[in-house]
């Protein structure tokens, strides 16, 4: 361990010993909070691309999009849905030393119902957002704990201060298909929402922040393991939300010789690039043993916040900026010498809000770098995006209004006509186009109106457009057609979420 490592590690285990004071009569027991939020929407949705991911129930492998039927389709094409959308409940209990000195202990818990697998995305681990103890003195505050890092809580950009279910950061998202190749995964380039790749998450960490002064506010967050939450093992050579990666069971119908290895797919769209265990042609289902490129994680990661906030009257403003770096970016998986190691995750973010008698304007800047790139896509362009935003609001009494707009970009490396990366491939001299560039554009209009304290009902609508040329699977040029049917290179709609949220 470097001594710089050691000096950080050593001061924050050490500085909660500055907020203890020893037990007596004048003690402050801990009172029990409970605050939590439910709410429910309807959402509609009219798009291009009705569904997403390869459907079943073609007899040339896979199918295409907008035909048949697969379950990763379902409430994206149909036109509308019900949903539960960011519900939650929250324990919260406070104490108070002889000293004066504040501690804390919290309890965050996802509220929305559902499967604890793969395809929902959750585990059972998962149900707990966060859960830390906090203590507070002199201004000081320390938490230690899984909880979120200042690159989280320390920003001020348009998304703050957009109402409904958030605009363009909120749950509209899960009913937009984004644009993917027939053979391919339906998700991975595309880069849209406020926030930075580069995250510390809700990984094991501990917190710093400083007393305000003059304005000005600094944070500190130190995690050794971006995997490591809660209790899971923090093993450098595992996904410890995967493990390890053995053969797998896919799905796959119709007929087709062993090299035509991109016609079976997993379960959920994945294309299959190892090597068939069985003979074909064949229907039903096989086996296969594949070599994907892992998932990586981040060592030994920093996090750095400042703030500003001062009031002038009805005139208020808020300025923040925050920069992270890991230490290391290795893979979870070890891949041995056939995969290129990925840069080290890396990237800053800036945003404003200026406030008036109701009145807010706010913008922010997301430079994610090259966090999640190969050193090899990296030198061929690719890199880690970029998101901007802009957006402004009224409030008025019960009622509140906000618009909204996202622009994401994000390069990719060189890709072939199997839509693999140029990690895994080199670059055919029939490819017309180099470094493709997905991009999202996102418009938002958000009104809510609060019936009672506690009590909202909201509008959040809508509209992107979203195209990635690597999701064309054509080698000849890079026109938006192609006899690969189901390429869907781009798409565009609307989805309006009309909802009720209960806030206690």
């Not at 040339?60 to 094409?77: D, E, M």
């Not at 027939?182 to 510390?200: D, E, I, K, P, R």
């Amino acid at each position: 361990m470097n001594k710089k490592l050691l000096l950080t590690s050593t001061f924050l285990s050490f500085l909660p010993l500055a907020f203890a004071h020893a037990e007596s009569p004048g003690n402050t027991a801990p009172h029990l909070t409970i605050s939590g939020s439910a709410s429910f929407h309807a959402a509609f949705m009219s798009q291009d691309i009705k569904s997403v991911g390869p459907n079943s129930g073609s007899g040339t492998g896979i199918g295409t999009f907008g035909s048949g039927f697969n379950t990763n389709t379902v409430g994206k094409g149909q036109g509308f849905a019900f949903d539960i959308d960011d519900s939650y409940i929250d324990f919260a209990a406070t104490g108070k030393t002889a000293g004066g000195r504040d501690y804390m202990m919290r309890v965050n818990m996802d509220a929305v119902p559902g499967n604890s697998d793969a395809a929902n995305n959750y585990s059972a681990k998962k149900r707990i957002r966060q859960t830390y103890v906090q203590l507070h003195g002199y201004g000081f505050t320390v938490i230690g704990g899984t909880s979120s890092g200042v690159e989280t809580t320390m920003t001020s950009d348009a998304s703050n201060i957009m109402h409904g279910d958030g605009g363009f950061a909120g749950g509209w998202s899960t009913r937009f298909n984004e644009p993917a190749a027939f053979n391919n995964t339906s998700t991975g380039n595309m880069l849209y929402g406020a926030y930075l790749t580069a995250s510390t998450g809700t990984a094991n960490k501990m917190t710093l922040t400083t007393p305000r002064v003059f304005g000005f506010q600094l944070g500190y967050s130190f995690v050794p393991n971006s995997k490591h939450e809660g209790n899971l093992p923090p093993n450098s050579l595992s996904d410890p939300s995967g493990g390890f990666s053995p053969s797998n069971t896919y799905a796959f119908s119709g007929t087709a010789s062993s090299t035509d290895a991109n016609l079976a797919t997993t379960t959920n769209g994945t294309a299959v690039t190892g090597t068939f265990s069985s003979t074909l042609p064949v229907s039903g289902i096989i086996t296969a043993t594949t070599s994907p490129l892992s998932s990586y994680f981040d060592k030994n990661v920093s996090a750095v916040g400042v703030d500003f906030s001062e009031s002038f009257g009805d005139f208020s403003i808020d300025l923040a900026g925050n920069y992270i770096v890991a230490g290391q970016t290795q893979y979870s998986v070890d891949p041995g010498s056939a995969a290129s190691p990925y840069k080290k995750s890396s990237g800053w973010s800036t945003g404003l809000t200026l406030s008036y008698a109701g009145f807010d304007l706010s913008g922010g800047y997301f430079n994610n770098r090259h966090t999640g790139v190969t050193y090899k896509d990296a030198g061929k362009g690719a890199d880690g995006g970029k998101v901007w935003n802009v957006g402004a609001s009224y409030t008025q009494g019960a009622f509140a209004v906000a618009v909204g707009y996202l622009y994401g970009a994000k390069s990719l490396a060189v890709h072939d006509g199997t839509n693999n990366a140029s990690s895994t491939n080199d670059v055919p001299s029939n490819v017309a186009w180099t470094n493709p560039q997905t991009k999202a554009k996102v418009y938002s209009l958000t009104m809510d109106y609060r019936w009672a304290e506690g009590l909202t009902t909201y509008i959040d609508a809508n509209y992107a457009k979203m195209e990635d040329p690597s999701a064309f699977t054509g080698t000849t040029n890079n026109s938006w057609t192609s006899n690969n049917a189901g390429d869907q290179p781009r798409n565009k709609g609307g989805v309006v979420l009309i909802g009720t949220r209960i806030t206690i």
